[in-house]
């Protein structure tokens, strides 16, 4: 059974790019949700997709997007970065419908705005 | 989701119980305790959760008060590997539930240093 993997491990960006993170969910997983995690903070939510829709959004702005595939995996896309939004990006998965709720996350892409 | 309340940070001995206590005055009746850890640089990683009734599995006990107004995460035999960052949290559980309810809400939680 495959975990979550994210990709890239680690990025630069300048202020003012785009960046785009990848997520394959756990092998069986209908479900991914993102977050954020800035240094010396816990994980915060960003948003959450099944069923190729977006399904729950945390307080982040319409410049945090995402997508969902047909085979579940899943794309976050920041635009316009800020210097702000240097953080660890965590990418969880999980089945909608079944399990205890429990949520299997990835090692996370390293975000470092200049 | 209910808020919790942890210390900041606990020490403890190499091959001695860890326990990690939780406050979570607010929390509702359908709402269960989930406790997660993070190692340095890791992503987080589930240990347990429970509604109202003491649990137990290969990795950690946790024992709700009768109030549910506080809990306690029990490591029996903390090792190095055990350092790490513990969440506790509190959300609505259950099968078929909205997105909403998949959220977790995680706050500073508590760093465990285990020493040798």
């Known amino acids: 059974e495959t975990g979550v993997t994210q990709s890239p491990t680690h990025l630069i960006k300048t202020r003012g790019q785009q960046v785009t993170l990848r997520c394959s969910s756990q092998?069986?997983?209908?479900?991914v949700s993102w977050y954020q995690q800035a240094l010396g903070q816990g994980p915060q939510f960003i948003f959450q997709?099944?069923?190729?829709?977006?399904?729950g959004r945390g307080n982040f702005p319409p410049r945090f997007s995402g997508l969902q595939f047909p085979n579940y995996s899943s794309e976050l896309n920041v635009n316009a970065l800020e210097l702000d939004d240097s953080a660890l990006y965590l990418c969880?998965?999980?089945?909608?419908?079944?399990?205890?709720?429990?949520?299997?996350f990835g090692e996370g892409s390293r975000l470092t705005v200049l | 989701d209910a808020k919790t309340t942890q210390p900041t940070s606990m020490d403890c001995a190499e091959g001695r119980a860890a326990n990690l206590p939780c406050n979570h005055s607010?929390?509702?009746?359908?709402?269960?305790v989930y406790w997660y850890r993070q190692i340095h640089s890791q992503g987080p990683q589930y240990i347990i959760h429970?509604?109202?009734n003491n649990e137990t599995n290969e990795m950690a006990s946790l024992i709700i008060t009768e109030d549910r107004k506080s809990s306690t995460l029990i490591l029996p035999h903390a090792t190095l590997r055990d350092t790490a960052v513990y969440y506790c949290?509190?959300?609505?559980?259950?099968?078929?539930?909205?997105?909403?309810?998949?959220?977790?809400?995680f706050g500073k939680g508590t760093l465990l240093t285990v020493n040798p």
């Open positions: 969880a998965s999980n089945v909608r419908g079944a399990g205890t709720g429990e949520l299997f």
């Open positions: 092998s069986g997983h209908n479900t």
């Open positions: 997709y099944y069923r190729e829709e977006e399904n």
């Open positions: 607010t929390i509702s009746g359908n709402e269960y």
């Open positions: 429970g509604l109202k």
């Open positions: 949290i509190v959300r609505v559980g259950g099968l078929n539930s909205g997105g909403s309810n998949y959220k977790l809400t």
